[in-house]
Structures are given as structure tokens and as C-alpha cells.
């Protein structure tokens, strides 16, 4: 999933670059675990995995001690939606900054642009870097340094309820015309909305924007596209779906009521990803957790495409036990806690050999989800690429609402990245 807020003045990158000499990381023991020897001392560790996950990553990373009995880890759940605000809250103002985060690929950009991670190049924490998938380390770059260690890969697919679609005598729908037009028999015939649209959240718009052959900006190029015929065709589409009452959606809190929906049945279909198998199948609808199905995401009139997400482990460039938090990184991006969190939570790994080991290979989500994150189509990894969602957001809810039409909504987001993108045109 994968927003957050940007909002850190030129001031703040001044102070966050002077971090590492002078700032107190989330680590207690001074220089203790910096010195060589026996590593020792705190890493404080910021999770930001949801509610079904959080057990198994605290679990995972508290693991880390066995191997090393005089560090500590202080394991902290941040949710999502405050985590980037948060860490960087903490980071401008030198106080109370984690030494590792669990990073959403779009913030390594904007974190490292302000200072605020250390460089990983030649530290521990990159461990057989060849063995990670190359699409999952795009994300870790910027300006030719890296700043995280790729943990988790992922995309967004079309989760479904078996039987809702038998009874409804339908297909899965390949394309977003067909969805609409199979929403009618399921809602005659099972009494379900045939999808839960993500109106609350940008990120949930980009299938759509890929399925008309569109993108947010060219950032090789420096062109924003959002505000072409695709991004029209785009905010069209999801003003239709719901329009037609082929999809319900709601403006806030949507992947607690996606979720909530899905699993009670009251829709047959919802755009989501791989960190919601496991809640998904905790619901009535699902206890039979073989009537989950999971196909491609639907595609518009010219394409079909998915956004790549994921997670990544970051070291707070202010840290007080670099060591141990290099280490912990190690550690939490390694072959044997990757498979340990595919197959409890069906997380799919960034480690090319772990593929290869017969509990993840025969994962039935792992074998869906594989194909999709190989075809899915990479962001602009980018310092402003997270600023890209809020312009979307915004203008979503305006088309959503009525206040905006298609056309006005993909005007006013071109011109938002404009202003947000200064030499492109």
C-alpha cells in the first residue's frame, strides 16, 4: 500500500545530512555497539506491517537475538498511515528516530534525499546482493548510493469470492467493461456488489491509469502524463464503476471496509495484495480459505498493468549502534527469514533462491503472485514520487463526489506535478 506525506523544508535536509555525527539514534548504547568485538547494546526497530502480520514480524525480529544475546531489540508496531509523518517528525527534529524501519519502497527515495538513512554500500546489511530480484532493488537506489535492503516485493491482483462468482454463472473478469457488465448478474442473483472500488487511496488508481496506457510522469524524459487522454479515460472509469453501482467505495478507512467487505461476503471482488491474504482469509466468507481466488488485475480498453510495491529495511543515518543495526538487517532481509515470512504469511520474497525452496515454490498465492510482480510495472523511483499520490488522491475524491469531472481531475493533477516538479513540462 504504500502513501505517505511529504513535507520537510530545506532546513530539514541540512540538519538530517550533520545526523549521523551528531544525532541520537533509537539505540541506548551510546557507542558501546559501534566499537568492533561482540555486537551489544539496542536496535530499535520501527514495523510497519498491519494487524494479521505484526505478530510474525515481532516474532522474526526479536529472533535476531538468538544469534546475538547482548543486543536488545525493541521491537515497535507503527501503523502505515502515520509512519512516514512520523519517522521523519523524528529524524528533522534528532529525537526518537528508530535505527531500522521497515521502509515502503516509494520513501527511500524521499527519506534519503533529506539525510535521514545511511548509506548501506559496503556495510553488512547488503548480504549476496545477486540474489536479490533486480526489479526489487530499483527501489533501494538514489543517486547512486543505496539505502535499504530489499524485504518484501509485491503488486496489486483481483481477489474474488469463488463461490459468489459461480452462483452470480460468471467469469472472472480480464477487463474492467467486463466487471461491469458481470456486476448486474451478481447482484440479481447472490445479492453482492461485484467490487469494493479503493476510492480513499491513490495508489489503487494506478491499474487503472496502466490499463488505458498511461503513467503519472516520464521520469526519464521529465514529462508528466498524468493529464493525458489516459489519465481522462482513468478518473472516467472509476466515476463509471461506481456510478452503475457496479462498485461501492467510501472516501476514508477503505482497506479496513475493503477488507471487512470482502470477508463478509457483501462483495464479490476487491483490487488488493499479497499483505492481505492471511486477513482476507480469517473471514466468514473465506473458511473454506479455497474459495479465495486471486487472478490479474482487470485491464482497461488498451492494457492491463499493475503498480510494484513492497517493503525495505532502512538504517536511520543518525543511529548510535550502526553495527548491530546493520547487522539486524542482515538478519531481517535474509534467505531464511524470507521463507519464514512467506510461509506464515505468504509474503512474497525479494530473494531469487528462496523461489526455489519447495514450501514457497508450491504457495499458491506465491504462484500467482510471482508472474504479476515480474510483469508489473515499475514507479519513478524518484525523491517526489511519493508527493505524486496526494494530487490523485484529492482529485479522486472530486470525481468520485461529482464536484470534478474527468477532465478537469486529470488537468488539475498535471498541474499539481508541475508545481511539485519544477523542469518538468
Not at 72 to 81: A, D, Q
Not at 358 to 387: H, L, T, Y
Request: hydrophobic share 40%; proline share 5%.
Amino acid at each position: 500500500m504504500r502513501r505517505g506525506i511529504r513535507g520537510i523544508t530545506a532546513t530539514a535536509l541540512v540538519a538530517g545530512l550533520a545526523l549521523a555525527a551528531t544525532a541520537c539514534g533509537g539505540g541506548d548504547s551510546g557507542s558501546g555497539g559501534d566499537s568492533g568485538g561482540e555486537l551489544s547494546g539496542t536496535v530499535t526497530f520501527w514495523d510497519t506491517s498491519n494487524d494479521a502480520e505484526k505478530a510474525t514480524y515481532r516474532k522474526l525480529a526479536e529472533g535476531f537475538q538468538k544469534d546475538h544475546p547482548k543486543v536488545h531489540v525493541k521491537y515497535v508496531n507503527v501503523p502505515f498511515g502515520d509512519a512516514n509523518a512520523k519517522f521523519k517528525n523524528a529524524a528533522g527534529g534528532n529525537s526518537g528516530a528508530p535505527d531500522v524501519m521497515r521502509t515502503e519502497v516509494a520513501w527511500v527515495a524521499d527519506f534519503a534525499n533529506l539525510g535521514y538513512l545511511a548509506p548501506l554500500d559496503g556495510t553488512p546489511a547488503l548480504d549476496k546482493t545477486d540474489d536479490y530480484l533486480p526489479q526489487a532493488v530499483g527501489s533501494t537506489k538514489f543517486k547512486g548510493k543505496t539505502y535499504a535492503a530489499p524485504q518484501v516485493i509485491d503488486t496489486l491482483g483481483l481477489f474474488y469470492n469463488k463461490k459468489l462468482l459461480k452462483d452470480a454463472g460468471v467469469e472472472v473478469p480480464k477487463t474492467f467493461d467486463e466487471l461491469a457488465e458481470a456486476a448486474k448478474k451478481i447482484k440479481a442473483k447472490t445479492g453482492a456488489t461485484a467490487l469494493y472500488l479503493r476510492g480513499d487511496d491513490p495508489y489503487w488508481f494506478l491499474p487503472y491509469l496502466y490499463g488505458e496506457g498511461g503513467d503519472m510522469v516520464n521520469a526519464r524524459d521529465k514529462v508528466v502524463e498524468i493529464d493525458d487522454g489516459a489519465g481522462v479515460r482513468a478518473f472516467k472509469t472509476i466515476k463509471d464503476l461506481v456510478d452503475s453501482k457496479a462498485a461501492v467505495t467510501d472516501a476514508t478507512d477503505g482497506q479496513e471496509n475493503q477488507l471487512k467487505a470482502l470477508k463478509d461476503g457483501t462483495v464479490a471482488m476487491a483490487v488488493d495484495g499479497p499483505w492481505d491474504i492471511e486477513g482476507a482469509r480469517a473471514g466468514k466468507a473465506f473458511k473454506d480459505k479455497k474459495n479465495l481466488g486471486v487472478a490479474p488485475v482487470p485491464g482497461g480498453s488498451t492494457a492491463q498493468g499493475s503498480p510494484q510495491g513492497g517493503w525495505n529495511l532502512s538504517v536511520y543515518a543518525g543511529s548510535k549502534n550502526l553495527r548491530a543495526s546493520y547487522a539486524f538487517v542482515k538478519y531481517m532481509s535474509s534467505a531464511k527469514v524470507q521463507q519464514e515470512t512467506n510461509e506464515k504469511l505468504s509474503l512474497l520474497p525479494t530473494r531469487k533462491s528462496v523461489y526455489e525452496v519447495p514450501a514457497v515454490k508450491g504457495n499458491e498465492m506465491v504462484q500467482f503472485f510471482k508472474p504479476a510482480v515480474d510483469g508489473a510495472v515499475q514507479r519513478p523511483w524518484i525523491a517526489e514520487g511519493n508527493s505524486l499520490f496526494e494530487p490523485v488522491k484529492v482529485q479522486m475524491n472530486k470525481v468520485l463526489t461529482g464536484a470534478a469531472t474527468p477532465e478537469q481531475a486529470a488537468k488539475a493533477t498535471g498541474a499539481a506535478y508541475r508545481k511539485l516538479l519544477k523542469d518538468y513540462k
